[in-house]
């Protein structure tokens, strides 16, 4: 299993970015994938998760209306359009799958067996 994260960067408050993760090795169609961020000195948080089965999506509540994930099959790739950000949205972002994920458990990190990379999100002015 690969998952590899992008997109992150450095955006002023209110600003957009659309985060991406590359999926490969593993038959998607049952796995979930959910983004979950971590600050430094704290622990690693679960943002928001698209389902295997039905595409049902899971989302923090603080990220509620401001932030959407999708997944295009076609491209391997699992998106999370993040808008209207705020300083505290600011962190490493990581992608995460697994093949288990119910919708009491998409916010738990320690669900997730499959890892990428993390990509960096700074929100300043």
């Known amino acids: 299993v690969q998952l590899q994260a992008s997109g992150g960067g450095l955006v002023q408050p209110g600003g957009s970015l659309r985060l991406s993760c590359a999926a490969s090795?593993?038959?998607?169609?049952?796995?979930?994938i959910g983004w979950i961020r971590q600050v430094p000195g704290k622990k690693r948080e679960g943002v928001s998760c698209?389902?295997?089965?039905?595409?049902?999506?899971w989302y923090l509540d603080s990220v509620k209306g401001r932030f959407t994930i999708s997944r295009d099959n076609s491209k391997n790739t699992i998106y999370l359009q993040m808008t209207s950000l705020k300083p505290e949205d600011a962190a490493v972002y990581y992608c995460?799958?697994?093949?288990?994920?119910?919708?009491?458990?998409?916010?738990?990190?320690?669900?997730?067996?499959?890892w990428g990379q993390g990509t960096q999100v700074t929100v300043s002015s």
């Open positions: 698209i389902a295997n089965s039905d595409s049902s999506t």
């Open positions: 995460a799958a697994d093949s288990r994920i119910i919708s009491s458990s998409w916010s738990n990190p320690h669900a997730y067996d499959d």
């Open positions: 090795g593993f038959n998607k169609e049952y796995y979930a």
